[in-house]
């Protein structure tokens, strides 16, 4: 099946009681057993649940995975990663990711004696530089978070494997529509379907996808263990969610692409971020290994920090809020608000400065949006 028609089918078939078309809520935390130990698949809901089994096998087949795990948020899905690992491994990650990852990598696991390298993985040589005996996990986001950064998946995963180090991708930005770094080589994936996947701005959760049984069976342990499992109710929004996804990009790229290019001509802004550009430093990469370039954009504006606060509060269809991949547009200050957990410091070494936005640009008729853009530019 094609993408589209697994996003409607795969993991779930109708009802076998009931024929309902859409996979039922399952809001039980246990079922009845006919003898101890002697049940139909399920004994209890933090173990496993027919809602989330459909949701884990609808994003395995999205990712060309052969198992899917769901977590409540996608820090949870991280995390459960993360518990592979032992006191003592090192991990090389991208300088320019998602500042809950960052938090949790240095206010978490750091004090268990994990060991983090941030190096700018758009460029592998850094990669290779930054592996040591050590190294255990490559962690990527590619487009990255805000920066929109492009790292050459492919060619990562395989200076991390001549070292026998495992890669997980966060892509969450590009989602399984426009990339799939599985088939690029990666060992794991990581989502929040907080975002595109859920696509409507009404759920939290994660996921890791992957091929590997045996690790599988492990991150699965985890999962149950730790108990970070999203609910039956959750799981069905997702479920909803990737219904449309493929559409749902279409529409967001095309969008994104608009705008993109009209704040590169815009005369208040210094620089954009947008695989799409020619002008981007990773816009080959990205044509090789995505088929679309998303609905992300992050730009500098000219002008103040005070400005920006202007512009970032003078809108009126781009809400000002974190989070990103609804069908509304978003917008946020990541100084201020989703990195603000990075040092000062060390967001400038990447680049992201106190003037930088960020857009996550919806499916609304992008000429409201360009004018509601040009609303915040006013106010400046």
């Known amino acids: 099946m094609r993408f589209n028609t697994?996003?409607?089918?795969?993991?779930?078939?109708p009802d076998p009681?009931?024929?309902?078309?859409?996979?039922?809520?399952?809001?039980?935390?246990?079922?009845?057993?006919?003898?101890?130990?002697?049940?139909?698949?399920?004994?209890?809901?933090?173990?496993?649940n027919p809602t989330r089994a459909a949701l884990e096998a609808n994003l395995a087949a999205l990712e060309g995975a052969a198992f899917g795990l769901a977590f409540a948020s996608g820090c949870g899905a991280a995390n459960t990663i993360l518990n592979l690992l032992q006191k003592g491994d090192h991990v090389v990650a991208g300088n320019d990711l998602y500042g809950g990852t960052y938090r949790l990598f240095t206010k978490v696991y750091a004090k268990f004696g994990l060991e983090f390298t941030f190096?700018?993985?758009?460029?592998?040589?850094?990669?290779?530089?930054?592996?040591?005996?050590?190294t255990r996990l490559l962690w990527l986001e590619s487009p990255s978070n805000p920066l929109l950064g492009v790292t050459d998946l492919a060619a990562a995963a395989r200076?991390?494997?001549?070292?026998?180090?495992?890669?997980?991708?966060?892509?969450t930005f590009a989602t399984p529509f426009l990339q799939q770094p599985l088939a690029l080589g990666a060992d794991f994936v990581v989502h929040s379907t907080t975002k595109y996947l859920g696509g409507h701005s009404?759920?939290?959760?994660?996921?890791?996808?992957?091929?590997?049984?045996?690790?599988?069976?492990?991150?699965?342990?985890?999962?149950?263990?730790?108990?970070?499992?999203?609910?039956?109710?959750d799981c069905w929004l997702v479920l909803r969610g990737t219904k449309t996804l493929g559409v749902r990009m279409e529409r967001h790229c095309q969008n994104g692409g608009r705008i993109a290019q009209w704040l590169a001509e815009h005369p208040r802004v210094a620089r954009v971020n947008y695989p799409g550009l020619p002008s981007h430093p990773g816009h080959e990469v990205a044509r090789r290994q995505m088929r679309g370039f998303g609905?992300?954009?992050?730009?500098?504006?000219?002008?103040?920090?005070?400005?920006?606060?202007?512009?970032?509060?003078?809108?009126?269809?781009?809400?000002?809020?974190?989070?990103?991949?609804g069908v509304e547009s978003l917008l946020?200050?990541?100084?201020?608000?989703?990195?603000?957990?990075?040092?000062?410091?060390?967001?400038?070494?990447?680049?992201?400065?106190?003037?930088?936005?960020?857009?996550?640009?919806?499916?609304?008729?992008?000429?409201?949006?360009?004018?509601?853009?040009?609303?915040?530019?006013?106010?400046?």
């Open 17 to 48: 009681s009931t024929g309902a078309i859409m996979t039922p809520i399952y809001q039980t935390s246990t079922y009845v057993q006919e003898a101890p130990g002697k049940h139909k698949g399920y004994d209890y809901s933090r173990t496993a």
């Open 159 to 171: 200076i991390a494997h001549a070292r026998d180090v495992r890669v997980c991708v966060d892509n």
């Open 295 to 325: 609905g992300m954009i992050s730009f500098e504006l000219k002008g103040t920090l005070e400005q920006s606060v202007r512009f970032v509060t003078a809108t009126r269809l781009f809400a000002l809020a974190e989070s990103l991949g």
């Open 6 to 13: 697994r996003a409607i089918h795969a993991g779930q078939p």
């Open 332 to 380: 946020e200050h990541p100084a201020s608000m989703t990195h603000a957990s990075i040092p000062r410091e060390e967001r400038l070494k990447t680049g992201l400065t106190d003037g930088l936005i960020r857009l996550s640009v919806g499916i609304e008729d992008v000429e409201d949006l360009v004018e509601d853009l040009e609303r915040g530019f006013g106010a400046m």
């Open 119 to 134: 190096v700018d993985t758009t460029r592998p040589e850094r990669i290779e530089e930054a592996c040591r005996r050590e």
């Open 202 to 233: 009404d759920v939290v959760g994660g996921a890791i996808l992957l091929n590997d049984k045996e690790v599988a069976d492990r991150l699965r342990f985890f999962q149950n263990a730790v108990g970070a499992v999203p609910g039956p109710q």
